[in-house]
């Protein structure tokens, strides 16, 4: 799966903010690293990297045992977070963070996540009171040994959460992976008019005006928007059904831009794994993917909108309502498989407790 030329100048866009001018650069210029045989060989070895790379303070931060209740502990807001920030780390000690993330995640999930780090700095620069914002403040926390039995990481800070599991060289769960942007379209400045998640939303927004009238009307499920994605933190489970309008009955140009809003979800991931994760939403059934829409149909300042994307492998959640609705959510989720749950029950079973 590879990106357009449009979705390639999407990609160059835009600058990384981060802990001042010498380390945004060291940000953007650290080298993509070589992979090694396998995509999950090459994340544990520049994972196993950047611990060798720390001392032993903050070894004693970042890492966790895999079956520590702290893998579970997902969140989008600021808050205090376990791990090890970037501002806590050295300049090559950041360099080898940024290896990490290249080698998890694609090109354009990577920029994707710079940016994101980007624009914690231009909210502090857009609010009174930015002085709460701070680009450091995204932390890599790693759970059991990279590369050894089953193993995760998480990346996350404000408006970004990574959470992915691996065992015996496979990527077992990518979920959740929740992806935030305030403001959602830059209105002011040097960066006027950046759209981190652009691409997400003009997809189903063309989905939602291919639809027919009555096709339409299935698809709507709320008069407003909800002010923020139903399945956070503690809620993955909370939509059990899914509603609105099914893959069974769009039609086949239609459907295929269902399969492309949700492929734009996978492709943050690299190009096997995304590619595994949408053979299994095909093989768990693409008539079965219901497309939904709740709150405003068209764009405009204050004219908040949400669209859902929900079958039997997949949940993917965009909420744009806060802020005048230039804020938004999105997350990501596996309802089959969150965090690798039956890897972690499989680690219980076999005598390994929560330390």
Known sequence: MTGTASDRAIGRRAVVAGLGVASAAALVGAPLPVRAETPAKALADAVNRWLAALDDGQRAKARFPFADLERLDW???????????LKDMTSSQRDRAMAVLRLGLSEAGYKKTTDIITLEK???EIETFGFFR??????????GTPGDGAWGWRFEGHHLSLNMTLRDGRLIAATPLFLGTNPAVVPVGHMKGMEVMGPEIKLARALLG??????????????????DIVAGPGREDSLKEPIGIAGADLAGAQRDVLIALVERYARNLPTDWAAEEMARVRAAGLDGLHFAWAGATEPGPGRGHYFRVHGPAVLIEYDNSRSDANHVHSVWHDPMNPFGRDVLGAHYRHGHRHV
């Open 134 to 143: 701070d680009p450091g403040k995204y932390y890599l926390t790693v759970f």
């Open 75 to 85: 969140h989008y807001v600021p808050r205090g977070r376990k791990g090890l920030a």
């Open 122 to 124: 231009i909210l502090g």
């Open 210 to 227: 291919a639809l027919d009238g009555e096709q339409r009307q299935r698809a709507l499920i709320a008069d407003g928007a909800f002010g």
